[in-house]
């Protein structure tokens, strides 16, 4: 019998930081790995903002802080919503947590009771499936392919409805299909979710700034939901500060009072000098947001070149966010020597240990006919492992 619990046994490591732990292990044993498998801006934090957090070390902003944030960071955030979405929120509606990844760990767990369906559009960020399963809810996956751009119709939502449905979580721009929802198709999900007034409605929105076809739309925006939408957002990937880790929703305000009362009992709150720099970060229009987003842009472009150039590739062009999420089921069945390829995870540890890339195998997000693809990295070290995968997937038969 094990020691540890059910909870913990059944719950899966994280696909992406499993794959990041393996590549640091073979690099430690002295193999040339490229890392295409973290999902997180190459880029260093801004310095104006690394400036705001030295100034509160000096001055002593070292006590602990209210659980859900200091009231000027939450007066910023609302402030932030409202420049960056149309969306009104007061200070009591947001909770800051210790990155975006806790906040919608609140959410689902404030939220769902066991047996309670959470409807999740495939593919999913990793970390969705496992938060659910932990609040033993259901997840209830609507299922899309390359071939609609990985993004789901009002007619397969409402399919997917029954009476236990409690939450729908999605992420626009998507993680790991880099899809972006427009207004318009917002609009006809909502008019959906406008006849089920039960349904909540998680928005990660952590992507936000990394939108390549335009304006970043809310699904909070919308008048219909308004009232029921949780809008999660965060710095680590627009300010290119993943090890702060800070991340905030804007919520209805007894959801956002039991998200306070969870955390509280968790972790209470975020770093304090997190806090002084996100205020920061949030305060002002980033040129180095912006610059990043261009970059991105090219690198994506670079990718999906290179990507379409390799036979049985299945490509769709990404809107948003730094991945690609190409279908590669071309290759299933073929083998080299004693390796037979049988899915996107048997094709992701053949090409760490032939091509020494590492990739994140579409099982981990729910489609498992594709590999993801994080393009956070230079132009070099692209070029250097698609050329690699290419030679690998060369020698498949
Ligand atoms: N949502 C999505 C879709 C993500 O890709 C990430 C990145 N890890 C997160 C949430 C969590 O971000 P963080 O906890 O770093 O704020
Ligand atoms: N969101 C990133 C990714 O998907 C970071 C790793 C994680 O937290 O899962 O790679």
């Given at each position: 019998m094990s020691a540890l619990s059910d909870r913990i046994n059944m719950l899966s490591e994280s696909e992406t930081l499993a794959m990041t732990r393996k590549s640091r292990e073979l690099k430690a044993q002295g193999f040339d790995v490229i890392n295409l498998s973290i999902g997180e801006p190459d880029f260093n934090t801004p310095d104006y903002v690394k400036d705001a957090a030295k100034k509160a070390i000096d001055d002593n902003y070292s006590f602990y802080t209210p659980v859900s944030g200091y009231q000027d960071l939450r007066e910023t955030i609302c402030m932030k919503f409202k420049r960056d979405n149309g969306l009104d929120f007061t200070p009591d509606q947001i909770v800051v947590s210790t990155g975006a990844k806790q906040s919608i760990a609140n959410v689902v767990l404030s939220l769902v009771n066991p047996g309670e369906e959470v409807l999740i559009p495939a593919?999913?960020?990793?970390s969705y499936r496992e938060i659910i399963k932990l609040a033993e809810g259901k997840p209830v996956f609507i299922n899309t392919s390359v071939d609609s751009d990985f993004k789901i119709t009002a007619e397969q939502l409402e399919k997917s409805i029954?009476?236990?449905?409690k939450l729908m979580i999605f992420s626009s721009p998507c993680n790991p299909s880099g899809s972006v929802y427009t207004i318009e198709e917002l609009k006809s999900l909502a008019d959906v979710l406008a006849k089920h007034p039960n349904i909540y409605i998680v928005s990660d929105?952590?992507?936000?700034?990394?939108?390549?076809?335009?304006k970043h739309a809310s699904i909070g925006k919308i008048d219909s939901l308004k009232e029921r939408t949780i809008t999660v957002n965060g710095i680590s990937k627009g300010y290119a500060?993943?090890?702060?880790?800070l991340g905030y929703i804007g919520a209805p305000k007894f959801i956002a009072q039991a998200c306070d009362k969870l955390q509280g009992q968790f972790?209470?709150?975020?770093c304090s000098i997190s806090q002084r720099a996100a205020i920061t970060a949030l305060s002002v229009e980033s040129e180095v947001t912006l610059k990043m987003r261009d970059e991105f842009l090219k690198r994506r472009d670079l990718v999906i070149k290179m990507l379409r150039e390799i036979p049985g590739f299945k490509v769709n062009v990404p809107q948003g966010a730094f991945y690609v999420f190409p279908?590669?089921?071309?290759?299933?069945g073929k083998s080299n020597g004693n390796i037979t390829i049988k899915n996107a995870g048997d094709l992701a540890n053949y090409l760490l240990t032939d091509a020494y890339v590492a990739l994140v195998p579409g099982e981990a997000f729910g489609d498992p006919r594709c590999i993801r693809f994080s393009y956070a990295t230079s132009k070099e070290l692209l070029i250097e492992s698609i050329n690699r995968i290419k030679k690998s997937l060369e020698k498949l038969s």
């Amino acid at each position: 019998m094990s020691a540890l619990s059910d909870r913990i046994n059944m719950l899966s490591e994280s696909e992406t930081l499993a794959m990041t732990r393996k590549s640091r292990e073979l690099k430690a044993q002295g193999f040339d790995v490229i890392n295409l498998s973290i999902g997180e801006p190459d880029f260093n934090t801004p310095d104006y903002v690394k400036d705001a957090a030295k100034k509160a070390i000096d001055d002593n902003y070292s006590f602990y802080t209210p659980v859900s944030g200091y009231q000027d960071l939450r007066e910023t955030i609302c402030m932030k919503f409202k420049r960056d979405n149309g969306l009104d929120f007061t200070p009591d509606q947001i909770v800051v947590s210790t990155g975006a990844k806790q906040s919608i760990a609140n959410v689902v767990l404030s939220l769902v009771n066991p047996g309670e369906e959470v409807l999740i559009p495939a593919p999913y960020w990793v970390s969705y499936r496992e938060i659910i399963k932990l609040a033993e809810g259901k997840p209830v996956f609507i299922n899309t392919s390359v071939d609609s751009d990985f993004k789901i119709t009002a007619e397969q939502l409402e399919k997917s409805i029954t009476p236990k449905s409690k939450l729908m979580i999605f992420s626009s721009p998507c993680n790991p299909s880099g899809s972006v929802y427009t207004i318009e198709e917002l609009k006809s999900l909502a008019d959906v979710l406008a006849k089920h007034p039960n349904i909540y409605i998680v928005s990660d929105e952590i992507y936000e700034k990394i939108n390549f076809s335009g304006k970043h739309a809310s699904i909070g925006k919308i008048d219909s939901l308004k009232e029921r939408t949780i809008t999660v957002n965060g710095i680590s990937k627009g300010y290119a500060m993943t090890g702060w880790r800070l991340g905030y929703i804007g919520a209805p305000k007894f959801i956002a009072q039991a998200c306070d009362k969870l955390q509280g009992q968790f972790t209470s709150a975020t770093c304090s000098i997190s806090q002084r720099a996100a205020i920061t970060a949030l305060s002002v229009e980033s040129e180095v947001t912006l610059k990043m987003r261009d970059e991105f842009l090219k690198r994506r472009d670079l990718v999906i070149k290179m990507l379409r150039e390799i036979p049985g590739f299945k490509v769709n062009v990404p809107q948003g966010a730094f991945y690609v999420f190409p279908d590669i089921s071309y290759y299933f069945g073929k083998s080299n020597g004693n390796i037979t390829i049988k899915n996107a995870g048997d094709l992701a540890n053949y090409l760490l240990t032939d091509a020494y890339v590492a990739l994140v195998p579409g099982e981990a997000f729910g489609d498992p006919r594709c590999i993801r693809f994080s393009y956070a990295t230079s132009k070099e070290l692209l070029i250097e492992s698609i050329n690699r995968i290419k030679k690998s997937l060369e020698k498949l038969s």
